[in-house]
């Protein structure tokens, strides 16, 4: 019993995760419609590790399709990466982000059901606290209505919750991601968006490597050391250890952890940390403040490293010097 289903495995944290779970021996079936990565990553994950993952392009909200997937193998668990992640895209686009991301939540939670699968880590984050104060700690009341994306989150965690409650011998992790960057160290996977990306990071390198003219900082009067917003970034991989942990040490019931490294950085941090770490220059331009986002947001990650064993080892250096190994791999434009 050691083949996990890991939904979204192709995308950016999905994949990282795979490389780590192939590594540590696990067999990993990866289902993705591709709607935000690219099938060439299912070679550069084999690339890494040797192994290669078992792939389905199938839409997770594709009940009989995944009904199909689950009869086909015997999982030990489910690892839901699947769904859109964009906060600005998610206030223009509401419907569109409650579909996909409840649909697919119910989907996974629905054949875990059906076929006994008794683990699921689900991909939670950040953005519930909202307009919290940070740091950000398990403990407090969630406010995802900065956002429809937070609210999907928010909303997800609540369906998992009612399931495991009603599910004995059924376990529930839901991991709060930070902020995710950097790249696989060996520059074979890493975050490539389809289209132009949301994300601050895979903007700051593809202006580096000179396929955007120069980077939009949303906002520079939020009350934060240079008035750009301040988030808590964390090495991917960092966070793909927190799910092999998560994964090895948790049994039967709710748990639910925030993957952070507890400190808060600025947008301009970012681009001055990236340009000496990598030494390009990265050109940039003041815009107005995103709709949805807030000032800052950085974890209290003490639950983690108590019951997991689990901290994210990798610096802001590393986080840069990995992306850029990363970037310099891609085709020009
Ligand atoms: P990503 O977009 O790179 O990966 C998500 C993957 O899911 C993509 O490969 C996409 O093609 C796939 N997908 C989306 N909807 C699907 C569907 N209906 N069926 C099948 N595949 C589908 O994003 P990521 O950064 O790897 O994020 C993974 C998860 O972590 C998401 O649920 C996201 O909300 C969550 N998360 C991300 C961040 C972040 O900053 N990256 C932070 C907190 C939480
Ligand atoms: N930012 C810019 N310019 C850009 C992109 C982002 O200035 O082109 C700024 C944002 O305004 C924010 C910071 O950079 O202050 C980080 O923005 P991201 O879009 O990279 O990340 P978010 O914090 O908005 O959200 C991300 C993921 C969510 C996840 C959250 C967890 O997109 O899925 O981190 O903290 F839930």
């Known amino acids: 019993m050691n083949k996990i289903l890991v939904t979204g495995g192709t995308g950016y944290i999905g994949s990282h995760t795979a490389v780590v779970l192939l590594q ?11 709607c935000n990565s690219h099938a060439k990553v299912i070679d ?32 030990a668990a489910v690892i839901h ?26 989907v996974v939670a629905k054949m875990c059901h059906k076929f006994k699968v008794n ?12 307009d919290n104060v940070s740091p ?17 989150k928010a909303m997800g965690e609540r369906i998992l919750t009612d399931f495991v409650n009603s599910s ?58 240079d008035g750009t917003g301040v988030r808590d970034y964390i090495h991917v991989c960092d966070l793909a250890d927190g799910h092999l942990a998560a994964l090895q040490k ?22 001055k940390t990236f340009e000496k770490a990598v030494g390009v220059k990265v050109p ?5 403040r995103r709709a949805g986002d807030i000032a800052i947001c950085y974890a209290d990650s003490s639950k983690a490293m108590q019951d997991l064993h689990w901290k994210a080892k990798r610096t802001m250096e590393q986080i840069c010097i990995d992306t850029w190994r990363f970037a310099s791999t891609q085709p020009s434009l």
């Open 168 to 225: 004995p011998g059924m376990s529930v992790v839901l991991l709060r991601y930070f902020n995710p960057v950097g790249s696989h160290e060996s520059g074979l996977i890493g975050e490539l968006p389809q289209g132009i990306p949301n994300n601050l990071m895979p903007y700051v390198w593809q202006v580096a490597i000179g396929w955007r003219e120069s980077l939009n900082i949303f906002g520079d009067d939020y009350p934060t050391i």
């Open 44 to 75: 550069n994950i084999e690339q890494i590790t040797s192994k290669r993952p078992t792939f389905y392009k199938v839409d997770v909200t594709d009940s009989a399709r995944m009904e199909a997937v689950f009869e086909k193998h015997n999982f």
């Open 24 to 34: 540590a021996g696990y067999e990993v079936v990866i289902v993705d419609n591709l």
């Open 284 to 288: 940039y331009k003041i815009e107005p």
């Open 136 to 152: 950000m700690s398990e403990t407090m009341d969630l406010l995802p209505t900065t956002n429809p994306y937070a609210e999907t």
């Open 81 to 106: 990466f699947a769904g859109y992640k964009a906060v600005g895209v998610s206030v223009e686009q509401p419907l569109k982000y409650y579909k996909n991301n409840l649909n697919a939540t119910l």
């Open 250 to 271: 948790l049994g039967v019931g709710l748990h639910t952890y925030n993957l952070g490294t507890g400190q808060g950085v600025s947008v301009l941090q970012i681009v």
């Open 119 to 130: 683990k699921i880590v689900f991909s939670s984050s950040a953005t519930v606290y909202g």
